[in-house]
């Protein structure tokens, strides 16, 4: 044609273009998603964790098995709506957060994480992250902590049937932060319940209230240490 030959091309020359789409789906458009915050769905709590803006609340939509860390200094709430989360790697939440922040983790439970539940591993007398836990129930978990935190406040919470590998604590606080424990049960664990691990400089500030502690066969006891 004229308009082929003006191109540059012979009218034996086939002309071929491909087009190469990259097609990215929103977070919102996710038709079974893993979380929400708000009405956007997330297809990992990951990348719910991620996008969160300070005050927001990660909603869970069904079980989970999913190995998730925090590192950015802002204060959030994960909501386990009632759903069963279990480590991927082992562990289900690892928390490395500078700065003084609150991250609220509630309403579900954790089971068969096999490197320890949640561990909060930041925290010093200025700078500490307070991990609030409500409402949750950790059983058939196992490793050396089930929950390592050096500020905590707990409430409502129960630790059961968690196996020991090592020596394994249900609740450990290595560090000397104010910390608060009240009307959680400790039933059946191979494992001590609670170890406070204070510092050189004074006695730890924890209270332990309204708890009770069942059937527990820790080395180290069955209750505190």
Request: charged share 15%.
């Amino acid at each position: 044609s004229k308009n082929a030959k003006k191109a540059g091309f012979d009218k034996s020359e086939t002309v071929q273009r491909i087009y190469q789409w990259k097609i990215t789906v929103a977070p919102s458009e996710i038709v079974d998603p893993v979380a929400k915050i708000g009405e956007i769905g997330y297809g990992t709590i990951q990348q719910a964790v991620n996008l969160a803006k300070e005050g927001d609340t990660i909603v869970l939509q069904k079980d989970v098995v999913e190995s998730v860390k925090i590192t950015d200094a802002k204060n959030i709430t994960i909501d386990l709506n009632n759903h069963t989360w279990t480590g991927a790697d082992g562990t289900a939440l690892k928390a490395d957060i500078p700065g003084s922040t609150t991250l609220t983790v509630q309403n579900g439970t954790f089971q068969n994480c096999t490197n320890g539940a949640i561990r909060s591993t930041r925290g010093s007398s200025s700078s500490q992250t307070t991990l609030v836990l409500k409402d949750l129930v950790f059983t058939d978990n196992s490793g050396n902590y089930i929950v390592e935190t050096p500020c905590a406040k707990m409430e409502n919470c129960t630790f059961t049937s968690n196996q020991a590998t090592e020596n394994v604590v249900d609740i450990f606080m290595p560090a000397q932060m104010p910390s608060h424990i009240s009307n959680c049960s400790f039933n059946g664990n191979s494992s001590t319940s609670i170890h406070i691990a204070g510092n050189n400089s004074g006695d730890t500030a924890t209270s332990v209230t309204d708890c009770t502690f069942t059937g527990n066969t820790g080395t180290s006891g069955g209750a505190l240490y």
